[in-house]
């Protein structure tokens, strides 16, 4: 089966602009994850969405991210404005919501200057 | 709340010699335990898990079992080779909800050199 599938993989911006990143999930994961990777740290749930609904987002920063999943499959997750700080990798996992286990895309590396 | 703590890396190591990688945990309850390994350009994979205690978790010649009274979970395998270079994860998933947050430690760093 093909796996989590995200885009772009690698981004630069400088400092205040925006911008979004995409994840597809594996095909009938009703669960869909965010983490934030900085480096030299491990991912850092960012929200879970569970079909199109928001399970647990206690640690987005919501003044600047955000996140959707309208239609429950796809996902896309915004920075507004980008901060120096949020240099990282935004990985994105999925699960069946029958099974316990996360399977992880490749991740979006992000660089902020 | 739960955490996770690794060995400080970079680790090196010639192949063929034995690894090491400590990792113990904070949680409350009663959680699951995984390693996972993260290639050079590739996403995070999943290596071995335990759920219980004594359970061992094995894959690829990697081990490491769940330790209660320790509350550790070390990694070990008896002969690296070059291409198990990568950065290791230790995570715990609490029992307790339904969503099955993943907790992390740091990563370590591992070099294999021929």
């Known amino acids: 089966e093909a796996g989590v599938a995200q885009s772009p993989r690698y981004k630069i911006i400088e400092k205040r602009q925006s911008v979004a990143f995409w994840c597809n999930p594996i095909s009938g994961h009703a669960t869909l994850y965010w983490y934030q990777q900085i480096l030299g740290q491990g991912p850092k749930l960012l929200i879970q969405?569970?079909?199109?609904?928001?399970?647990?987002d206690s640690q987005l920063p919501k003044d600047r991210f955000s996140a959707e999943r309208l239609k429950g499959v796809d996902s896309t997750l915004k920075i507004q404005p980008a901060k120096l700080e949020d240099s990282a990798v935004y990985l994105c996992?999925?699960?069946?919501?029958?099974?316990?286990?996360?399977?992880f895309g490749p991740g979006t590396r992000l660089t902020v200057l | 709340g739960d955490s996770v703590t690794q060995m400080e890396g970079p680790v090196t190591l010639s192949e063929e010699a034995f690894l090491t990688i400590n990792c113990t945990y904070t949680a409350t309850g009663y959680p699951s335990l995984f390693w996972y390994v993260q290639y050079p350009g590739e996403g995070l994979q999943l290596l071995l898990k335990?759920?219980?205690?004594?359970d061992k978790g094995s894959n690829k010649g990697f081990e490491a079992t769940y330790r209660k009274e320790t509350t550790s979970f070390h990694l070990e395998k008896g002969s690296v080779q070059v291409s198990d270079s990568a950065v290791y994860f230790c995570?715990?998933?609490?029992?307790?909800?339904?969503?099955?947050?993943?907790?992390f430690g740091k990563g370590t760093l591992l070099t294999v050199n021929p």
């Open positions: 995570a715990l998933r609490n029992s307790g909800g339904s969503n099955y947050k993943l907790t």
């Open positions: 335990a759920t219980k205690a004594d």
């Open positions: 996992a999925s699960r069946r919501v029958d099974g316990a286990r996360q399977y």
């Open positions: 969405f569970q079909n199109n609904g928001v399970v647990d």
